[in-house]
Nanobody
């Protein structure tokens, strides 16, 4: 069973920053699509950002562009999501995903083979 270890979720005030981390096994992380998705209560899960670890190409949802940066540390097989300028509407359970289908995520699909347990981000106004 593949385990994705997420951390970094917290409660912050609007305008604050958080960095989420996700560590995966090397055979899952290397040369694959990794992504961050989120789900707010009563809403469908949606893609936030994705990164193909082989060539570092990235995707960002329009709702977070300019405020969020997805990155990787190949030596640690770790994916990051730096979130700045957080808004109350960013509040959600954030999931790390591995083996996503990058081209499908760009089209708005929520497709991945492996999922983390989720880390809660709460932004208060």
């Amino acid at each position: 069973q593949v385990q994705l270890m997420e951390s970094g979720g917290d409660s912050v005030q609007a305008g604050g920053s958080l960095r989420l981390s996700c560590t995966a096994p090397a055979n899952v992380f290397i040369n694959n699509c990794m992504g961050w998705f989120r789900q707010a209560p009563g809403k469908e899960r949606e893609a936030v950002a994705a990164l193909y670890t082989g060539d570092s190409r990235t995707y960002y949802a329009d709702s977070v562009k300019g405020r969020v940066t997805i990155s990787q540390d190949k030596a640690k097989n770790t994916l990051y999501l730096q979130m700045n300028g957080l808004k109350p509407e960013d509040s959600a359970l954030y999931y790390c995903a591995a083996h996503c289908v990058f081209e499908a995520v760009v089209q708005g699909a929520v497709l991945a083979s492996y999922w983390g347990q989720g880390t809660q981000v709460t932004v208060s106004s």
